[in-house]
């Protein structure tokens, strides 16, 4: 119960910053695997994606989940969130807020959850690429799945996003993200590719690569890497962003 606590925070955390008048727009996928026969599989991806922009602010908010059965025995069951607000110091720069939630029940950590501050700089910012970096320091709490203990201590966060647009219907993205302290170094890139089919509704392929660089004693039973491949169907919704 706790677990879900905190991530009700996440989510809470950033809509209580967000002015009330904000209007949200984004992107929902959705994916989803129906096998019958010698065996049963059921497989679904979800994920969701807002963001809303006043003025010098940008407010971010998204979450995910993956849950897999096999004739009735879970093989997957994964939940993410994530929120954010950024302030533009110049047309390039802004300083950041983000937290950041992670609940896995195949993973040797029960959740890893992670509050941070930082810096952000925009390289390239165009109608066709852009690409921007971002560091700072933070503070994580996690959970060993096996002993119960909870470790807490002092991260390094750094994030690189790029995506590049081929054309109006083809674009691709990548979301590099490491979360860096003195007991485990979390990493995750995200790379994909969406392809436009009408204004609001797109294709995408995306690969997912997780790694934590240590894991709790007790966790032999448990790999290091994650990787993840999936197809889903993408819709966005809400006003445009500005300048589109």
Not at 83 to 104: F, K, Q
Request: net charge negative; proline share 4%; hydrophobic share 35%.
């Amino acid at each position: 119960m706790k677990r879900y606590w905190l991530a009700s925070c996440v989510a809470l955390a950033v809509l209580g910053a967000a002015p009330a008048h904000a209007q949200w727009a984004g992107k929902g996928q959705l994916g989803w695997v129906l096998a019958r026969g010698n065996t049963d599989t059921n497989t679904l991806n979800a994920a969701i994606d807002v963001t809303d922009t006043v003025g010098d602010w940008k407010y971010l908010m998204g979450g995910a989940a993956l849950q897999g059965t096999t004739s009735g025995t879970s093989t997957a069951d994964r939940y993410d969130l994530y929120g954010g607000a950024n302030y533009n110091l110049t047309a390039r720069s802004y300083v950041l807020g983000a937290v950041r939630y992670d609940d896995d029940h195949f993973s040797p950590y029960a959740y890893q959850a992670t509050a941070s501050i930082g810096y952000g700089y925009k390289f390239l910012d165009d109608a066709y690429t852009k690409l921007a970096a971002e560091i700072g320091p933070g503070y994580r709490r996690q959970k060993d799945r096996t002993t119960g203990e909870i470790e807490d201590n002092a991260i390094a966060r750094g994030a690189i996003n790029f995506e590049h647009s081929f054309n109006a219907a083809t674009k691709i993205f990548d979301k590099f993200l490491v979360e860096a302290g003195s007991d485990n170094t979390f990493t995750q890139n995200d790379l994909g590719l969406t392809v436009k089919m009408a204004t609001s509704l797109a294709l995408s392929v995306d690969y997912q690569y997780r790694h934590n660089s240590t894991l709790p004693p007790g966790s032999a039973n448990y790999y290091k890497t994650d990787q993840l491949i999936t197809t889903s169907l993408v819709f966005s919704f809400g006003p445009p962003p500005p300048g589109t």
